[in-house]
């Protein structure tokens, strides 16, 4: 009854640039934290960026000053701006939102995934 469904992966060159997105559809009270993973093959899914429903953000060493986390509050959905790609950021990222349904249960749920493959 609550979906998020991601867009914006690909193949781009490093040092360019991607945008993904990811928007929460279905019986939706209200949105807490949101949040992307990546995992890259033969390792842990790792946090790459959160955000509060405030707006405050925090981001894994790896990739601060490069992307950048932010939301639509009104459209249910995150964002991840992704500049000066680099190789070692080719993974699949996950999108991730703590949400409270209509009804009144909190629950934790995650995108199907989205391919970013940086080429050298």
């Known amino acids: 009854q609550v979906q998020l469904v991601e867009f914006g992966g690909g193949l781009v060159q490093a040092g360019g640039s991607l945008r993904l997105s990811c928007a929460a559809s279905?019986?939706?009270?209200?949105?807490?934290?949101m949040a992307w993973y990546r995992q890259a093959l033969g390792k842990q899914r790792e946090l790459v960026a959160a955000?509060?429903?405030?707006?405050?953000?925090n981001y894994a060493d790896s990739v601060k000053g490069r992307f950048t986390i932010s939301r639509d509050n009104a459209k249910n959905t995150v964002y991840l701006q992704m500049n000066s790609l680099k190789p070692e950021d080719t993974a699949v990222y996950y999108c991730?939102?703590?949400?409270?349904?209509?009804?009144?249960?909190?629950?934790?749920?995650w995108g199907q995934g989205t391919q970013v493959t940086v080429s050298s």
């Open positions: 991730n939102a703590d949400i409270r349904r209509r009804g009144g249960l909190r629950a934790t749920y």
């Open positions: 279905g019986r939706i009270f209200s949105i807490n934290d």
């Open positions: 955000i509060t429903s405030g707006g405050s953000t």
